[in-house]
């Protein structure tokens, strides 16, 4: 098991810029993926970008360009830095984790962050 903490949310003008983090309570080496998730009022959770162990990371269509995930294991964190902010960004964000045994796949959340893009 895991626990993900997520911290960075908060409230920005449009065009602004926000950088979430998300912490692990123990190594995520071995996580083989690690993600952001988003959740709008009245909508469903959606993909945001994903990180795998090796290889590239993934974004949606809408944020590419715009937000850049990171990850790194030694400090059991991944961060999502997120420029040129709009209002159909605002959502709750949530860490997201998939790890994959010999035996079984578990798959892990973070409690969610804020965030809110307006005028």
């Known amino acids: 098991q895991v626990q993900l903490v997520e911290s960075g949310g908060g409230w920005v003008q449009p065009g602004g810029s926000l950088t979430l983090s998300c912490t692990a309570s123990r190594s995520i080496s071995s996580i083989n993926v690690m993600g952001w998730y988003r959740q709008a009022p009245g909508k469903q959770r959606e993909l945001v970008a994903i990180?795998?162990?090796?290889?590239?990371?993934n974004y949606r269509d809408s944020v590419k360009g715009r937000f850049t995930m990171s990850r790194d294991n030694a400090k059991k964190t991944v961060t999502l830095q997120m420029n040129s902010l709009r209002p159909e960004d605002t959502a709750v964000y949530y860490c997201?984790?998939?790890?994959?045994?010999?035996?079984?796949?578990?798959?892990?959340w973070g409690q969610g962050t804020q965030v809110t893009v307006s005028s």
């Open positions: 997201n984790g998939v790890e994959t045994t010999s035996s079984s796949t578990y798959m892990y």
């Open positions: 990180i795998p162990i090796t290889g590239r990371t």
